[in-house]
C-alpha cells in the first residue's frame, strides 16, 4: 500500500513538473513575439506620417454646341398614308413644321417638308423615317460644331456689359453738357452691340436645340400624253384676222400718236435739201 502511495506520489510531481516547463516556454514564447512586434510598432507609430496627396483640379466640362441637320428623299407608294404618319411621328418627338409644301406634276406628286425636332430626338427621327417602309432616293446628314462661336460671343457679350457698367458710372459723375452726350453715345453704341450678339447667341442656340430635316415624300405617276387642245380651224381664223386688223389699228394710232417726230424730220430733210441746192448754186 505504502508503496503504491509512493509511486502515485512520483507521477504527479513529474507531471507538476513538466507542466511548469511547457508554461515557461509558452511565455517565453509570447514575449518572443511581444518583442517583435513591439519595435515595428513603435516604428511605425514614431516615423512621419507620408505626405498629403496633391488636390486634384477640377476642369469645368464645356458642353459642345453642335448643330445637326439633313436633308432626306423617300418614294412610297401610299402618298397619304405616309405623311400621316410623319405627322404622328413628329408630334411625338416634340417637333413641328417650319414649312410644308404639295407638289403636282405630271411624273409625280410629292410633300416637301422642313422639319424642326429637338436634337436630342434627330437620330431617333431618322431612324423611324429609314425604317417606316419606302425607298430612300438620296440622305445627306451633317453636323456642325459652334462650340468656339458661343465661348466667343458669350466672352464679347460679357465685356460688353462691363464696358456697359463702366460707362453709366462714368454718366453719373459727367458734369458738363458735352462729356454727358459723348458718354450716352458711346452707351448707345454698345446697347446695339449687346443686342446683336444677344441674338447671335439665341440664333445659335435654337439650330442647336432643335435640329433641321428637309424631308422630300414622292409618290411616282404613271405618265401619259395629253395633246394641247386647239380650237378649230375657222376660229383661228377669225382670231387671226381679228388679231390682225387689231395690230393694223394700233400701228396708225402708233404713228398718228408721234406726229411731232415727223414734223422734225420733215424740217431736217427740208433743210438739207436747201442746203444742197444752195451749195450747187454757188458753184
Not at 414649312?99 to 422639319?115: A, F, G, P, Q, V
Not at 459652334?146 to 459727367?174: G, S, W
Request: with cysteine; proline share 4%.
Amino acid at each position: 500500500m505504502k508503496h503504491t502511495i509512493s509511486i502515485l506520489i512520483i507521477a504527479f510531481l513529474i507531471s507538476s513538473c513538466h507542466q511548469n516547463q511547457s508554461d515557461k516556454a509558452y511565455i517565453s514564447d509570447d514575449m518572443m513575439m511581444e518583442e517583435e512586434v513591439i519595435p515595428i510598432t513603435r516604428q511605425e507609430l514614431n516615423s512621419p506620417p507620408p505626405p498629403p496627396l496633391p488636390p486634384t483640379e477640377t476642369k469645368e466640362v464645356i458642353k459642345k454646341k453642335i448643330i445637326k441637320d439633313g436633308r432626306i428623299g423617300i418614294e412610297v407608294q401610299e402618298l397619304e398614308r405616309t405623311k400621316t404618319q410623319v405627322d404622328s411621328l413628329i408630334f411625338n418627338l416634340g417637333g413641328y413644321y417650319a414649312n410644308e409644301r404639295l407638289n403636282n406634276t405630271d411624273w409625280k406628286i410629292s410633300y416637301s417638308l422642313k422639319i424642326r425636332v429637338p436634337s436630342d430626338n434627330f437620330e431617333k427621327l431618322i431612324a423611324k423615317i429609314e425604317t417606316g417602309g419606302g425607298e430612300i432616293k438620296y440622305k445627306e446628314i451633317e453636323a456642325r460644331d459652334v462650340t468656339d462661336q458661343f465661348i466667343d460671343l458669350e466672352t464679347r457679350l460679357a465685356n460688353k456689359k462691363n464696358y456697359l457698367k463702366k460707362y453709366n458710372d462714368l454718366l453719373k459723375q459727367a458734369k458738363s453738357v458735352k462729356d454727358i452726350l459723348e458718354i450716352e453715345e458711346k452707351i448707345r453704341g454698345i446697347e446695339e452691340e449687346i443686342e446683336s450678339t444677344t441674338g447671335r447667341l439665341k440664333y445659335l442656340s435654337d439650330l442647336v436645340d432643335f435640329s433641321t430635316l428637309d424631308l422630300e415624300i414622292s409618290k411616282p405617276k404613271d405618265f401619259k400624253y395629253q395633246p394641247e387642245k386647239r380650237d378649230i380651224f375657222t376660229k383661228r381664223l377669225k382670231h387671226a384676222i381679228s388679231k390682225g386688223w387689231f395690230g393694223f389699228v394700233d400701228f396708225i394710232v402708233f404713228v398718228i400718236k408721234i406726229w411731232p417726230f415727223w414734223i422734225i424730220v420733215g424740217l431736217i430733210i427740208y433743210g438739207m435739201k436747201k442746203y444742197r441746192k444752195r451749195k450747187k448754186e454757188n458753184r
